[in-house]
């Protein structure tokens, strides 16, 4: 049992320092500190413009960042440290990095021309060279995890959206991942549908997952989340333990937000 | 202010008495069980008769009128020059489609790639090659050699290793398929283009969040959700230039048409001659369209119900008039 006590000492999971990035003069991260610990669930805060998504979209290299580091596993995240300088990464190693880091999307993003099954079966088989038989019954596995089972060869259009997501988070398990983004994974359904969705990811909050999520959900935060996490203008303004910051927010800003929201 | 009371008042007034509710027209039982009939649309039967009847006449005279002279259609149907000219248009088209899209598909390729030189290169190629009428870009490649009477392959600027003579070089059947290559390669490009551009930002990024490699994501995810919107354009382009090959006639390339004219040059049997190239017109076209159908029907997979399946839904979508009155 190397368990709970390990983790506060232990390297994190996740470290990102200095993290800066601006669209076209716009700043949008400003200089972002952050370390989630593994089997930690770190749920980011803010009012929208704030930089939650584009924090979560450096971690896989979504978005290359103009200043600032990004380790997961201890490995640099789209670069390489040689000779003093930091080298941007060939596709292939991103690629690869990007594999162990699931991610789930407002939007869902499922392909649309794939069944259900083959959304899950696609990353392994092409990625991880899994046989296909092999990557269909862990698929089936998956499924019915998150409570679609008997649903592999719907086409995503047949399914409502909470389904939809549920595949969606299926489809990044497949990958086996240590670490899972959500960005924004409720915003786009319909309310009596969040719910379902809701309770998949604090069934993975359960079983151990890291998880790093963008979300509006507080409800969500107060329940599953290990760190709260507080964005305004690009920077952490707060962060902590969700009883603490959601109840007694030091920050006038995450007061504000708070205020707002609830 | 004692105004506006008085005048408040009486309305207040006549408001009053609780309003009765007007009678009802028709009882609930009777309207719920009375049989519903369509509107009657006089215009369209109206419309549909008088097309009727013009395309019944149309088909009458083509029929009847004896200087189409059809028993010689019959009999140059299937004569051996005519044949050989079909031979070089199928072939033709074929060579300008697969070359123009080779090369529209590394247009396109360009344009999207955002390199700062690539990006503008491709722009221009298509907007000189879209500026240019097919049949002058033709007449340019086959009269190379007045503009440019050798052509040599070497260093540029530098030493030149081979040289040869552009008038041996550009047969008119070079000139046609280079020039129609290039045409086919500008529209295709845009076609491509806009077919990959119609894919979501979201479907690539969810395929890269996954690990799945560049030429991965592009081959089965990217394509072939750009393919609706590539095979019906594409379908298009293709039958055009079955046809748009017809103009190689100027530089006296023996295609389909072009041997149809040298038929009637000889004997005069204009019409006849005109309409057996036009039969083999229609009748490939027909083919090519229904292909078509095949290919499109094959990339309907998990798309809307609407755009896919049944033969009968694209015949009455291209007929109006068939559709109106079902």
Known sequence: ?262 | MSSSDTSARPRAAALAPAPEPPPPLHRLEDLLAAPRVAPRRPGRWISALVLLVLAAMLVHTVVTNPRFQWGTVGAYLLDGSILRGLELTLWLTAAVMATGYLLGIGVAAMRLSGNPVLAPLGFGFVWLLRSVPPLVQLLFWYELASLYPRLSLGIPFGHEFVTVRTAHLFSGVLAAYVGLSLDVAAFSSEIVRGGLLSVERGQTEAAQALGLGRTRIFRRIVLPQAMPAIVPASGNLLIGMLKATSIVSVIAVQDLLYSAQLIYNQNFLVIPLLLVATLWYVVLTTLLSAGQFLVERRFARGRDQRTATSFRRILRGNAPLLAGLS
């Open chain 1, 1 to 262: 049992m190397t368990g709970a006590p390990a983790q506060v000492t232990s390297r994190p999971l996740v470290r990102i320092r200095g993290l800066r990035k601006s669209f076209g003069g716009q700043v949008v991260l400003d200089g972002v500190d952050l370390d989630v610990h593994q089997g930690e669930v770190a749920v980011l805060l803010g009012p929208s413009g704030s930089g939650k998504s584009t924090l979560l979209r450096t971690v896989n290299h979504l978005e290359r960042p103009d200043a600032g580091v990004v380790e997961v596993g201890g490995e640099l995240v789209g670069h390489r440290y040689h000779g003093g300088r930091l080298h941007e990464s060939g596709p292939r190693t991103i690629a690869r990095q990007r594999a162990g880091i699931g991610m789930v999307f407002q939007q869902f993003n499922l392909f649309p021309h794939l069944s259900v099954l083959d959304n899950l079966v696609e990353a392994p088989v092409a990625v991880r060279g899994v046989p296909r038989r092999q990557a269909a019954a862990r698929a089936r596995d998956l499924l019915e995890r998150v409570g679609l089972a008997g649903r592999e060869d719907a086409f995503p259009r047949q399914l409502s959206g909470g389904q939809q997501q549920r595949v969606a988070i299926a489809r990044a398990l497949a990958m086996e991942p240590q670490l899972l983004l959500f960005d924004e994974p409720t915003s786009a359904l319909d309310p009596e549908l969040v719910g379902e969705v809701l309770a998949v990811m604090k069934d993975l909050a359960r079983s151990g997952m890291t998880m790093l999520v963008v979300t509006h959900e507080i409800a969500f935060a107060r329940e599953v989340a290990d760190t709260v996490v507080f964005l305004d203008g690009g920077r952490i303004v707060e962060s902590g333990a969700p009883e603490r910051v959601l109840t007694d927010p030091r920050h006038e800003r995450s007061r504000a937000f708070l205020a707002a929201v609830l």
